[in-house]
């Protein structure tokens, strides 16, 4: 909408209402009527073309001694031998060609800010972090933290970024900077955009306690996220907030990439349903958003890859109208959320959600040739019965068209937290923390995961290229056995001892056709 124009449609409220119950729940705010929330995401969905899912359902790791440096890694954009998933998707690959997986958890400190900001974030994190044999994470950074005032960068900020890279490096975690906004930012009640980049022009602004998410509905909020996009000094303002960010950071060994943006929406216009303005603002205003970040950020950091989202309605299922981002490190990065779920409701397998998901979400990636890595995702209340099966039909589904993911949140505690106050995985949260290939020096043939059975099979042809295949195994009460097949493939590692994360590197010559399994150590009990 032109920004001239005063009129803003008012969503009605069992639509606003409706949509991402995961944003009220993060907040720790009172409960939403279950029954409210499907409405916003149906209409979203059958204005894509689309039928929605019942309401019910739903630089590789430093790894031990081998450091797997990704410096001038690359998602093979543009390569006739770039590796891919499911439908073409390209894979991220490293410097000398390895298939890369990123599996991780967000990590932030939304509660302090100023010259208390990002101080619950400590080495532990990252400690306990690789101590279940992940090794990325999404680090949640704030520009009203960094540039209070227009033009005065935090430099005491800047230092706990450093800070809290060195403690990711030192315990082998990747990076990557999410510049995250909620509602736009403090003027309206959260976190992100600084209070001197907010314009509104006057429109009005209702806070909604129980339901914060909703407020990204309020005429100033959508003004706002406008303003952002097409004033050319927010822009440069904006551009100029990378730059640094880039110049300070992208040397970094722990450092993988950039979010450029943390669920950006923007502004309905009159007659418009969710999924039309949501593709709109995806095509017209992210798109070139997009474009100019990417160019700001190369002036200072030509290696790192660049993280671009979607709307958050795209998060559940809708095809995105983003375009394309000429940069061969793009990496798509839509967010994985079913509003039932996050209302409370338990998982549907029968709905056919995850299927619909990953039909709607692949269609960017495979057009464009990008690799994807979903930026968040996982449900509220993880000791629901059907929760279980949910983590290992995700898990399965991101592997087949995926680089890797990072679930939300590291944190110890309860809701979203993916650990209790002891340092212990949560009820089902565990079934996150499975064998995995970090790096693979070939050209993968298979790579599953039977939960069931908890065994891990990845199966490849090594490339002409000598490297070294990393496997990722976590604790476990029986330990692991490994085995390896292949004319001249061997592991570092045969067995691993229960109670202990491992790196087991795996080495072959060219041209072998190497099948790697990994079993629990002895009989499994219950």
Known sequence: ???????????????????????????????????????????????????????????????????????????????????????????????????????GWNVEDKVHHGPDALSAITERHFADLRAHGFNFARLLVFWDDLEPRRGRYSESYLRKIRRILDWAHEHGV???????????????????????????????????????????????????????????????AQARMWRLLADRFGGHPAVFGYDLINEPMGELRAGEDLAAAARRIEATQLTPMYRRLAAAIRTRDRSNHLFIEPTPIVGEGVPTGLGRVSDERVVYAPHFYNTAMEAGADYDPAAGWITAYENAVTAYPREHSVPVVVGEWGPLNSGLPNMRRFHDDALASFTRYSSGWAAYVWCYGGGYCALDRDGRLRTNKERTATPYAPAVAGTVRADTYDPGRATYRLAYRSTRRPGTTELSLPPSTTGWRVEVSGRTAHPSARSVPPGQARQVRVWAFAGTEVEVTVRPGAERRG
Not at 21 to 39: D, E, F, N
């Open 174 to 236: 990747h990076v990557v900077i999410d510049a995250h906004q909620d509602v736009f930012g403090p003027a309206f009640g959260h976190r992100g955009i600084p209070v001197w980049a907010t314009r509104t022009d006057g429109l009005p602004f209702t806070p909604h306690p129980d339901d914060w998410f909703a407020e990204y509905f309020e005429p100033a909020v959508q003004r706002a996220f406008t303003h952002l996009y097409e004033d050319a000094d927010l822009r440069r």
């Open 1 to 103: 909408m032109p920004i001239g124009h005063t009129y803003v449609p008012r969503v009605p409220e069992h639509r606003r209402r409706s949509i991402m119950g995961k944003r009220l729940r993060r907040q720790h705010v009172g409960p939403m009527a279950l029954t409210t929330l499907i409405v916003l995401i149906a209409t979203a969905l059958l204005g894509a073309g689309l039928a929605p899912a019942a309401s019910g359902g739903v630089k590789s790791g430093r790894t031990g001694t081998d450091s797997g440096a990704v410096t001038g890694a690359t998602s093979g954009s543009g390569s006739a031998t770039a590796p891919t998933a499911a439908g073409g998707i390209p894979r991220l690959t490293d410097a000398r060609g390895r298939t890369l997986t990123l599996r």
